[in-house]
């Protein structure tokens, strides 16, 4: 099933995803970097997301190979994540606030192509 995503308020950050090594590290760094952990002290990305995926999607460095005009949109720890074809990545805080339980993993959302 595809879903479009819903309206939203401002993000709480905006990142290049372009700049990092690949698109699940820069997800990281954003995350980390709005919560004040350490990257590698919080939750790991692949149990919200398949990061091999998400990577093959959005390469950095190979434009012809990007999701171009896609967009792919998660929850990870407390944040929605929405990344999309042209560099673009959006951290919003997720609208079911409650802080996920270690272990506890989350499905993304597939998101139309738009």
Not at 35 to 54: H, N
Request: aromatic letters at 8%; glycine letters at 10%.
């Amino acid at each position: 099933m595809i879903h479009s995503l819903p309206k939203r308020d401002e993000p709480l950050q905006r990142f290049d995803w372009t700049t990092a090594e690949s698109a699940s590290q820069a997800v990281v760094a954003a995350v980390a970097d709005e919560s004040g952990a350490d990257p590698c002290g919080i939750e790991p990305l692949y149990g919200a997301v398949d990061t091999d995926a998400l990577d093959a999607l959005f390469q950095t460095g190979d434009v012809h190979r990007r999701f171009a005009g896609g967009r792919v949109a998660f929850d990870y720890l407390d944040y929605r994540v929405e990344l999309d074809g042209s560099g673009q990545g959006l951290l919003y805080e997720r609208d079911d606030a409650p802080s996920l339980q270690p272990g506890v993993s989350q499905r993304s959302t597939p998101v139309s192509n738009g």
